[in-house]
């Protein structure tokens, strides 16, 4: 063999054995076996090592965590692979996409909701009060002048909270008034961010990041992670124009493990995990009698009604953000 | 024989390559059944890709040479750190500058940049930021490489320092301003984080397109189609830059000519103008630390409510994490690098035609210009079961991140082997020493320079990736950037003290990697 042969050879070794490398890899980490619960979820999805280790031994199925962004991704990656699909069990699908993975057949059976929780307005107690500024109480109050420039939403296009309130919008208002209030919110100064860490974080006044803007769109829980050293929340919701966003757990159709998934659905609805839906997810259990934090008793709210949670927001969604996105170019 | 064997090595490489990108690619695209569609939101989205793109590289591309002329070309005490430090910028994931943009966010002349109405300007000065040493990397090495006795001879005959820079220094890194234009554009034209942590709804770009289409309804034809448009316009780009080298280098080059006390304020001054913004905010974090150590340490040690474990156990799983990705994203790049691009020099002396170089190169360059949702689509489509589950395996994700990276990896290397002198070929085969030995003992020393910057280069974009980790990730396989979007994307104080403490120590890793890199990178020299 010549010298050039040899050098070449050894590159060409070089790349079977990547591939060798990728392949074997690919064994020891991955794969799946019948003991194995592949759970799908959102990023936001919490399980702690505790609670974890409780369902594996008392289901005797191993849980393995597919953790994919938000709801919406989480759903389209599923009818993406609905006919194998990469999980067995699906949690955080909202009611915003609901219909969309029930239509496209993804799902096993029904979607067993799990947990809720409200986009509510936020204000900054302290910043009304230095400056001598009644807090609102309505989303209406956000268009009248003395709340000008005032406000910081997410843009329903990028954001769920944004679309949240834009269906809440679309509900109170109705389908002939929604485009005026939103053409009033914006004559009135409101800032529309493009995600709810930017508008919370950066352009909130009261959170850590102390923007320039008293009242953010976010969750009705939120008050409940701003308490001062004085034992206070500096912030409050406005209960009125939230929107109930509910999470679902559900078998995925064509899963290799449905008894492992529904096994996993129950414990989601057993007592110790849906206590740590308000610690680890920011979320209120749908079992009545499920323990809440005493900040959440003490500072969170609930509405007494809330809008848009019944509206066909899978089909009318790209209608809607068209004509807001008129309004707002 | 020798050609044949020389072939195969890159036909492996190529299949590689064709299993891990563009079969999964061309999967999603198989799903769209090639019926395209664009809307009007997708055509303003590409009408703002482009002059945005346009307008970062042409103000990155000055500012990079403002400041390779200020801090490469001079001496004083602290030159070297101040590289390092601005080397890091181009690792800080955009999302991150939510963070930084807020500290400075009031004071005079950043005002105008991160407080505009108009999204665009921070966006741009966000992206300035971030691709500065990019620029200055790229002109940086075509400065270093004049001539200094050229530089003597011109001002002996009387040239004073414009004289010299229009006559001297801009024809000879004329070129290099080109491709810091081009290398900028490309990397301007994918990103997402900057758009999505500094933007608003004026400021939707292909990338972030496609992003909400995915979160959205999931218009595969609308997702196809914005990705053909991106390529397209990449593949017009790249017949611009396919006839220059791409070459750039963070190492700061000791020149003899000490600065003067003007030119050392100037550097200063401009260090400080585009690091604070990133910086700031760590620094007075930092500060905390120092004086409020005990809650620090209670901060480090508490777990927040959203994750699994403690900041701590979490910083060591995310750096594990990165350090496992980063290791197999080198081996990979190099790799696919070295095959690739011993074929693309040896055409030169092999009689190969010369398109079939240029297409081998372009299908190699092309990673680069798909997005990492693209790519992370194609692997849930293809790697199934069977053979090659690659979704269900954390590897998918240092994988995605190393076809990323791979591209200006292997444009590091091919540039710095074709720039190897023919003599030294002729002169060892003169000696009889054998070509595997040649290779050895010559090439690889003088390839290591290039491979320890491609080497620089993996690990920290993947340490700064979030696309592919958020996309991929599967189990607890969190990276830092996911922890800090975690941390970031919930309410309460010390859920964003949580985030300001894995940035600061984010900043510490990246800097001192590119520190000791470069370092290294300067010794070998």
């Known amino acids: ?329 | 024989m020798g050609r044949r064997v020389a072939w195969q090595s890159t036909g492996i490489a190529l299949i590689l390559l064709l299993i891990l990108f563009y079969i999964p690619v061309s999967h999603l695209f198989l799903l769209s059944g090639f019926n395209f569609h664009l809307n009007n939101e997708d055509v303003s989205a590409i009408r703002f890709t482009l002059w945005q793109s346009l307008s970062v590289a042409i103000v990155t591309t000055f500012f990079g040479l403002v400041g390779a002329l200020l801090i490469r070309k001079s001496n004083f005490l602290g030159s070297k750190l101040l590289n390092s430090v601005l080397s890091v910028l181009f690792f800080i994931p955009g999302i991150t500058l939510t963070l930084g943009f807020h500290a400075i966010s009031h004071w005079p002349i950043y005002s105008l940049l991160v407080n505009n109405k108009h999204a665009f300007i921070p966006v741009i000065f966000a992206e300035t930021i971030i691709n500065l040493p990019l620029a200055m990397g790229v002109i940086g090495l075509a400065l270093n490489a004049i001539n200094s006795e050229l530089s003597e001879a011109i001002k002996l005959d009387g040239a004073n320092s414009k004289k010299e820079f229009r006559y001297l220094t801009f024809p000879q890194i004329f070129s290099s301003i080109r491709k810091s234009l081009i290398i900028i554009f490309f990397y301007s034209l994918s990103n997402l984080g900057i758009i999505l942590a500094i933007g608003n709804q004026s400021t939707n770009s292909v990338e972030s397109r496609i992003y909400h289409l995915i979160q959205g309804n999931l218009n595969i034809h609308e997702i196809t189609t914005l990705a053909i448009i991106q390529t397209l316009i990449s593949f017009c780009i790249y017949l611009f830059l396919s006839r220059t080298n791409i070459n750039f280098g963070f190492s700061y080059s000791q020149v003899s000519k000490k600065a003067s006390t003007l030119q050392v304020i100037s550097c200063y001054l401009f260090f400080l103008f585009f690091t604070l913004p990133v910086f700031f905010s760590s620094l007075k974090f930092l500060f905390n630390v120092i004086f409020h150590f005990s809650t620090t340490i209670k901060l480090i040690n508490l777990s927040p409510q959203i994750l699994d474990v403690s900041i701590l156990q979490a910083l060591e799983h995310s750096i594990r994490n990165a350090i496992i990705a980063s290791l197999v994203g080198i081996f990979l790049s190099l790799g696919l690098g070295i095959s690739i691009a011993r074929n693309v020099v040896r055409q030169d002396s092999s009689g190969t035609p010369w398109f079939i170089s240029r297409i081998i190169e372009f299908f190699s360059i092309l990673p680069l210009t798909f997005s990492p949702l693209i790519i992370g689509l194609g692997y849930l489509l293809t790697f199934t079961t069977g053979f090659f589950a690659l979704r269900e395996s954390w590897i998918s994700t240092p994988i995605a991140q190393a076809l990323l990276a791979m591209p200006l990896a292997l444009t590091l290397i091919t540039d710095t082997w074709k720039n190897f002198p023919i003599e030294y070929m002729e002169e060892a085969l003169m000696t009889g020493i054998d070509s595997l030995s040649y290779f050895l003992k010559v090439e690889l020393p003088l390839l290591k320079n290039a491979i320890l910057r491609a080497a620089s280069f993996n690990i920290l974009v993947s340490m700064a990736d979030f696309s592919a980790a958020a996309f991929l990730s599967i189990g607890h396989q969190g990276v830092l950037t996911t922890i800090f979007s975690q941390l970031i994307s919930h309410p309460g104080s010390g859920n964003y003290q949580g985030a300001q403490l894995i940035l600061l120590i984010f900043i510490f890793i990246s800097t001192a990697v590119v520190f000791v890199f470069e370092l290294h990178s300067h010794t070998s020299e």
């Open chain 1, 1 to 329: 063999m010549s010298n050039n042969n040899r050098r070449n050879t050894l590159l060409t070794g070089l790349i079977i054995s990547l591939l060798l490398v990728v392949y074997v890899a690919v064994q020891l980490t991955g794969g799946t076996s019948k003991e194995n619960v592949r759970l799908i979820t959102h990023n936001a999805f919490v399980i702690t090592p505790q609670l974890q280790k409780l369902f594996e031994q008392q289901s005797g199925y191993k849980l393995t965590l597919i953790k994919s962004d938000d709801a919406g991704t989480l759903t389209n990656k599923l009818i993406l692979t609905k006919n194998d699909p990469l999980a067995d069990v699906v949690f955080g699908i909202d009611n915003t996409f609901a219909s969309k993975a029930l239509s496209a057949g993804v799902i096993n059976g029904k979607l067993t909701p799990t947990d809720f929780g409200d986009v509510c307005f936020n204000y900054d107690k302290q910043w009304f009060a230095k400056n001598h500024v009644p807090a609102p109480s309505s989303v209406n109050d956000l268009i009248k002048p003395s709340y000008k420039n005032l406000t910081v939403i997410e843009n329903p296009s990028t954001s769920s909270t944004g679309l949240s309130f834009l269906a809440a919008s679309i509900d109170k208002y109705g389908s002939n008034g929604w485009q005026n209030y939103w053409k009033s919110l914006r004559s009135n100064g409101v800032l529309v961010d493009n995600d709810w860490e930017k508008a919370y974080y950066t352009d909130f006044s009261g959170s850590s990041g102390q923007g320039k803007y008293p009242i953010v769109l976010s969750y009705d829980s939120s008050p409940a992670d701003e308490v001062r050293s004085n034992g206070q929340s500096q912030t409050a919701n406005i209960l009125d124009g939230c929107f109930r966003q509910i999470e679902y757990a559900a078998v995925v159709k064509n899963g290799k493990n449905p008894q492992g998934a529904q096994a996993f659905i129950n414990f989601m609805l057993s007592k110790p995990f849906q206590e740590s839906f308000p610690t680890q997810m920011y979320m209120y259990p749908v079992d009545p009698n499920a323990q809440i934090p005493s900040d959440w008793k003490k500072f969170v709210s609930l509405p007494t009604k809330t809008y848009g949670g019944t509206l066909p927001i899978n089909s009318m969604r790209e209608h809607w953000l068209s004509q807001w996105n008129s309004i707002f170019a």
